[in-house]
C-alpha cells in the first residue's frame, strides 16, 4: 500500500479512534489527523514486524483498518494522558501560590 493510501488511512482512523476514546477531547482535528496517520503507520508496522500480520497490503482489507485505528487509538490515550498530566499540574501549582 502506497503512502499516500496510509494518510487517507490515517485520517480516517485518526476521527474514528476520536469518537472511540473514552474523555476530553482536548486536542483540535490537526493533532486528530497527525495522531491518526502515526498511528496508522504504527498500526501497520506493528501488524507486519511484530504480529507477522500478512494481510495487511490491501486499502480495503479489514485487518489494515482495524490496525490503523488500533494504532491511532492508542496514540491518542497516550497523547491524552501526557497533554492531561502536563495541564493537571500547572493547575495545581498554580492554586498552591
Keep these: 500500500m502506497g503512502i499516500i493510501a496510509w494518510i487517507i488511512l490515517g485520517l480516517v482512523a485518526g476521527l474514528v479512534a476520536r469518537m472511540l476514546v473514552p474523555g476530553k477531547d482536548s486536542q483540535g482535528l490537526i493533532i486528530t489527523f497527525v495522531l491518526g496517520v ?15 500480520v500478512a494481510g495487511i497490503q490491501g486499502f480495503f482489507n479489514l485487518s489494515t483498518w482495524v490496525c490503523a485505528i488500533l494504532g491511532a487509538a492508542v496514540l491518542l490515550l497516550g ?11 500547572r493547575t495545581g501549582r498554580a492554586g498552591r501560590r
Design 38 to 52: 502515526a498511528g496508522a503507520l504504527l498500526g501497520g508496522f506493528v501488524a507486519t514486524q511484530v504480529l507477522h
Design 79 to 89: 497523547y491524552n494522558l501526557i497533554i492531561g498530566r502536563r495541564s493537571s499540574g
